[in-house]
């Protein structure tokens, strides 16, 4: 950043931004770190970002398995702040131009507010499941790694008019991490992400890092150009999304069938992006349909089984390394919570009784203990 006269930033707000940050990231080796001098730590960012001295450390690259291979990125945690408080700052004004059913870290939405919205739309297209109905299923291939950083910069400056702010943001959105990153993994690790998902092979310009807050609302401000467009022109009623992931219900398959093409022509040419080939499906709603890790079919939702899977192989293997029975607590609830929005209660029962047999009972949530799970 270069110093501005136009500095408005309060030292309140850099303290909201961090109390904000450590809600989730309080325990990590360089939040515990910053805390050690806090106040301190604090007023030198402040003053850093003043003066226009600031500018985005090095970010730590690791890659994770489940639920599929893929690079994460972390950012230090003083950067994490930095990203909290330009989201306080700038994100109300872009949520307000969202439409309804856009789902993916907005406040008082998320995951299970979308399946619930998904659910609404399968029982309203079908009148109750009374009427045959069909669900388009679209997804956007190698989403973050794809972005354009500069379309996504047109796309934010219109709405930052305070020249300060607008510095900072273009400060944290072109900076690329790649070239000084710190890897985690191990090599074979790192050759398991195919090179067309990897930030280090993407073309200049291109590509957020996963793992950040400020890509993850980047990402809803690219993906909303697509959402407009698909309500305001295509005037698709029965739409959902959340991230990359587009759901779209009708009673017509041939008119869902014509989506597709019109999808991709707007992203190809506002966007820079296309849908993934093998991803985009037209199926009876009657027949079930897949939904962010739930299985949607009439009267019912299930699990899908690499959710299960997964479930089962990080608990096996928390419980075979001995992890902590905080750790494993947090985890196994985790779990339950998505069982619980679930017809899953066998699993449930199931999972219990594997906390049970490696001697971690304490992590089974209260309201499950002694209860008489199906066999």
């Not at 029982?123 to 109905?133: H, I, M």
Request: hydrophobic letters at 40%; a positive charge; one cysteine or more.
């Amino acid at each position: 950043m270069m110093p501005d006269q136009s500095f408005n930033m309060t030292p309140l707000e850099l303290f909201k931004a961090y109390y904000d940050c450590r809600l989730t990231k309080r325990n990590s080796a360089s939040a515990l770190l910053f805390e050690e001098r806090l106040e301190h730590n604090l007023m030198d960012l402040y003053y850093e970002l003043e003066a226009g001295e600031y500018y985005p450390g090095r970010c730590t690259v690791f890659v994770v398995e489940h639920p599929k291979v893929r690079e994460v990125w972390a950012s230090d945690f003083r950067d994490r702040i930095v990203h909290h408080l330009l989201y306080n700052k700038i994100s109300e004004r872009f949520h307000r131009r969202f439409i309804h059913d856009s789902y993916a870290c907005i406040p008082g939405k998320g995951t299970h507010r979308a399946v619930a919205r998904m659910e609404h739309f399968s029982r309203s297209v079908t009148d109750n499941f009374s009427k045959p109905a069909f669900v388009l299923k679209m997804d956007v291939a190698n989403f973050f790694v794809s972005i354009n950083r500069l379309v996504l910069d047109d796309l934010m400056t219109p709405h930052i008019p305070e020249p300060w702010w607008l510095a900072l943001m273009r400060t944290i959105l072109h900076r690329n991490p790649v070239a000084d990153a710190v890897v985690a993994s191990r090599p074979n690790m790192m050759r398991k992400v195919p090179r067309h998902k990897s930030l280090f092979h993407a073309p200049e310009n291109t590509g957020l890092a996963i793992g950040s807050l400020n890509s993850q609302f980047s990402a809803n401000i690219v993906m909303n150009v697509v959402d407009q467009y698909s309500k305001h022109k295509l005037k698709l009623k029965n739409y959902v999304r959340y991230v990359d992931d587009i759901t779209v219900f009708a009673n017509d398959a041939k008119a869902l069938a014509t989506i597709p093409e019109k999808i991709e022509s707007l992203l190809n040419s506002d966007l820079g992006l296309k849908l993934h080939p093998n991803k985009t499906s037209i199926n009876r709603v009657e027949h079930g349909f897949d939904a962010l890790g739930y299985v949607v079919r009439p009267h019912s939702k299930y699990l899908r089984r690499s959710t299960l899977r997964n479930a089962h192989r990080k608990i096996e293997g928390m419980c075979r390394s001995k992890a902590s029975p905080w750790s494993v607590r947090q985890v196994a609830h985790s779990y339950f919570g998505i069982f619980g929005h679930a017809n899953a209660w066998k699993e449930q029962g199931r999972l219990s009784a594997k906390l049970s047999r490696a001697g971690y009972a304490a992590a089974i949530p209260s309201s499950l203990k002694g209860a008489r799970f199906p066999a």
